[in-house]
């Protein structure tokens, strides 16, 4: 389940007041990439949108690497938004292992276990590839 593009859009905004920067316009990229490339693949360029609006949500709670991936993933579980969630986990994996990530691991054993976990029950399809290229093709700009 996602929400619709409006309530998407509020939770950003929402979001970017807790923790301002250029994280929020990226975001906005993203999701105008995201659904552009659904339009022209035949996929749903709703859905596609609104994954890539709410990536990198979990910035919400503060500056953060692997923090920001577990703090969106949870915070979007809690809201019932499991597809968004997966795609908080999955944008930052290439491939669904916890060991191919190099950035700084800023979260407690404990929760990287749960982030080992949930991308281990991962099968990707092509919404986690589309907010994967997405992502690492959006600048704040």
């Given at each position: 389940?996602?929400?619709?593009?409006?309530?998407?859009?509020?939770?950003?905004?929402?979001?970017?007041a807790?923790?301002?920067?250029?994280?929020?316009?990226?975001s906005?990229?993203?999701?105008?990439?995201?659904?552009?490339?659904?339009?022209?693949?035949?996929?749903?360029?709703?859905?596609?949108?609104?994954?890539?609006?709410?990536?990198?949500?979990?910035?919400?709670?503060?500056?953060?690497?692997?923090g920001?991936?577990?703090d969106?993933?949870?915070?979007?579980?809690?809201?019932?938004?499991?597809?968004?969630a997966?795609i908080?986990?999955?944008?930052?994996?290439?491939?669904?292992?916890?060991?191919?990530?190099?950035?700084?691991?800023?979260?407690?054993?404990?929760?990287?276990?749960?982030?080992?976990?949930a991308?281990?029950a991962?099968?990707?399809?092509?919404?986690?590839?589309?907010?994967?290229?997405?992502?690492?093709?959006?600048?704040?700009?």
């Amino acid at each position: 389940m996602y929400p619709a593009r409006e309530e998407a859009e509020r939770l950003l905004i929402e979001a970017e007041a807790c923790n301002p920067g250029p994280w929020g316009n990226h975001s906005r990229v993203a999701a105008m990439c995201a659904e552009k490339i659904a339009a022209a693949a035949g996929m749903d360029k709703e859905k596609a949108y609104v994954l890539g609006l709410l990536h990198d949500i979990g910035r919400k709670f503060g500056v953060k690497h692997l923090g920001h991936v577990y703090d969106g993933y949870q915070y979007m579980k809690e809201l019932g938004y499991d597809e968004v969630a997966r795609i908080c986990l999955t944008h930052s994996f290439s491939v669904p292992d916890l060991e191919v990530y190099i950035g700084n691991r800023d979260i407690s054993d404990k929760q990287q276990e749960e982030i080992r976990a949930a991308l281990a029950a991962c099968v990707y399809d092509e919404y986690d590839k589309l907010i994967q290229l997405c992502d690492a093709l959006a600048g704040a700009d």
